[in-house]
């Protein structure tokens, strides 16, 4: 399985000395799908690779350089039209990662730009970026109802004229999901970077990437999810970790985390039944770097939608959405 070689090379580069043509072809099919590809170059930066391969992981290195200017403007912009406000603008995800050179951003896919800011300030936000030249990316009165009554962010805004989007949001965490997390707690905790721009201390990284993982999504790019949590974690006291996760209602996720991350990229770790179920989806990828396990795969979109609301609310959202013509991928 391509997800498993991807894994073994990340955990040791040095590994990659035994690929045949094919299996080069699996791990770079698997690096673009999980959108690990420039990490994998970053990884085998200085290993000796088929000369096929060199230019494609120079590329996305340069991809990845490129992307994370590209974000940390973003950032610079959005700290501009929120500046006036005196909100703590707090950089979330990959952004967050670049911005303070932290190695889980070493080479990392960066994609919208998420921004956490006190709820309390979410109507003051919204139209300082409306004035800045954000619009929004949907015009369907009930997702956007669905986003301002039950979600945990604004619905996606796109700014007209550089058509990078962003995620503005006031908690880590659905409000109907079955954990509360402290935002205002984490906010005040949030370390200064400049220009009006905070990160998460480095124990709230972990729980939101964690909560984002574990707690929320049906596990797409898990992958990378997890390989940015291996990373942080060893930035942080596990004490601490732990005491903030307690707080915020997500230790028993951080803890199969930790297990999880020991066991795909680090030392091993004795896992759970539940533990290995998760692993089989995050390796469910074919040496076209296609997905494989497809019950497993949908088993796990239908968890995420359990996860975010209860069993009415998610047969009628879902019945709203089957009606309006979305279907799962």
Known sequence: MSAALLVRTLR???????????GWNGLIAAARAERLIGTLAFRLDGVTVPPAVTPIL????????????????????????????????????GTAYAAAGLKAGQGRFIGDLDI???????????????????????????????YRQWMHELPPMIHATRDRM????????????????????????AVSL??????L????????????????????????????????LADTDPNIVATRAAHHGLLPHVRQAQRLAAAL???GARLTLWDRLIRARLLARDGWG???????????????????MPPLMLARHLWTKWRKGHRPQ
Do not use: C
Not at 12 to 22: I, K, M, N, R
Not at 58 to 77: M, Y
Not at 166 to 189: E, F, G, K, N, S
Not at 194 to 199: K, P, Q, R, T, V
């Open 166 to 189: 962003i995620d503005v949001h006031h908690t880590i965490l659905p409000l109907t999901a079955r954990q509360t997390p402290d935002a205002a707690a984490m906010i005040a905790d």
């Open 58 to 93: 120079s590329d996305a290195q340069a991809d990845a350089a490129r992307e994370a200017r590209q974000a940390l403007w973003e950032a610079d912009r959005a700290a501009q039209a929120l500046g006036a406000l005196g909100v703590r603008v707090v950089l979330l995800k």
């Open 265 to 267: 990229y680090g030392p």
């Open 116 to 146: 956490l800011v006190p709820m309390e300030a979410m109507a003051a936000v919204e139209q300082a970026l409306i004035a800045a030249g954000w619009e929004w990316v949907k015009d369907d009165p009930y997702d956007d109802a669905y």
């Open 194 to 199: 400049a220009d009006g721009l905070y990160i």
């Open 12 to 22: 040791d580069p040095a590994s990659v000395a035994a690929l045949d043509a094919s």
């Open 290 to 308: 296609r997905e494989t396990r497809k019950a497993l795969v949908f088993a796990f979109f239908l968890r995420s939608h359990w996860l975010r």
């Open 201 to 232: 201390s480095p124990e709230n990284r972990v729980v939101h990437a964690v909560a984002h993982m574990l707690a929320d999504g049906d596990l797409q790019g898990g992958l990378r999810n997890l390989w940015d949590i291996y990373h942080l």
